[in-house]
């Protein structure tokens, strides 16, 4: 059982490129989300969806954007990438939306330079 | 402004003592609380929870207490042992939301 993939695991990238993170889930849950992780400010929520084909803007949404063509994949995509963007990005999921447990991937750490 | 402060960044604590954690929040809109765990490079794993109709919460060693007055819980690991040496954050949500805000994380430090 995987239950949350991410890829890549690190990326150094230029500002001003386009990249996207991957998160895929296997275990059927409704609800995903991707946060990212900052000394001293925690987890903040980047984007969520409660089901395939909705999604919603986190505290952060800004400068990301998410889809959710299907149930198991919610890639985040940077559009131009800029420096304050470096961060660790989680990637989550939930059997229901609203305020269950999260199951987190393992983390893709993002540098932009 | 942060609705869930977690105030002291870090905590050392004897192997065998409790350890206590503290986590405040602000919006009185929170109705489900939540303790999250991490590893250095692996993803927050939930540790336990609690919704607002209840004061307390237990599972093993750990326990996670409510004070919806004082808006403040808090989460204690009794015995502490070197294995629970991690960074664990306290995370809200409202009821019917699909948001989870969580705190800025503490370390706990359990020696040996």
């Known amino acids: 059982i995987a239950g949350i993939t991410q890829a890549p695991t690190s990326q150094i990238l230029a500002a001003g490129r386009r990249m996207t993170l991957r998160c895929t889930q296997d275990?059927?849950?409704?609800?995903m989300y991707w946060y990212r992780q900052d000394l001293g400010l925690g987890l903040r929520l980047i984007h969520y969806?409660?089901?395939?084909?909705?999604?919603g803007k986190g505290e952060v949404p800004d400068g990301y954007s998410v889809s959710r063509a299907n149930t198991d994949d919610f890639p985040l995509t940077l559009a131009s990438a800029v420096p304050s963007q470096t961060s660790v990005y989680f990637c989550?999921?939930?059997?229901?939306?609203?305020?269950?447990?999260?199951?987190f991937g393992p983390g893709t750490r993002l540098t932009v330079t | 402004d942060q609705q869930v402060k977690q105030n002291s960044p870090s905590l050392s604590v004897q192997e065998g003592r409790i350890s206590i954690l503290n986590c405040d929040y602000t919006?009185?809109?929170?109705?489900?609380f939540l303790w999250y765990k991490k590893y250095p490079a692996e993803g927050p794993t939930f540790l336990i929870s609690?919704?607002?109709?209840?004061d307390k919460n237990e599972d093993g060693r750990f326990t996670v207490f409510l004070n919806k007055s004082a808006k403040h819980l808090s989460l204690h690991i009794v015995p502490s042992q070197p294995g629970d040496s991690a960074v664990y954050f306290c995370?809200?949500?409202?009821?019917?939301?699909?948001?989870?805000?969580f705190g800025a994380g503490t370390r706990l430090f359990v020696k040996a």
């Open positions: 989550a999921s939930s059997a229901l939306a609203g305020p269950y447990e999260q199951y």
């Open positions: 275990m059927r849950h409704n609800a």
């Open positions: 969806s409660n089901t395939a084909g909705t999604t």
């Open positions: 919006n009185s809109m929170f109705d489900y």
């Open positions: 609690i919704s607002s109709i209840k």
């Open positions: 995370a809200a949500s409202e009821a019917g939301g699909f948001k989870t805000i």
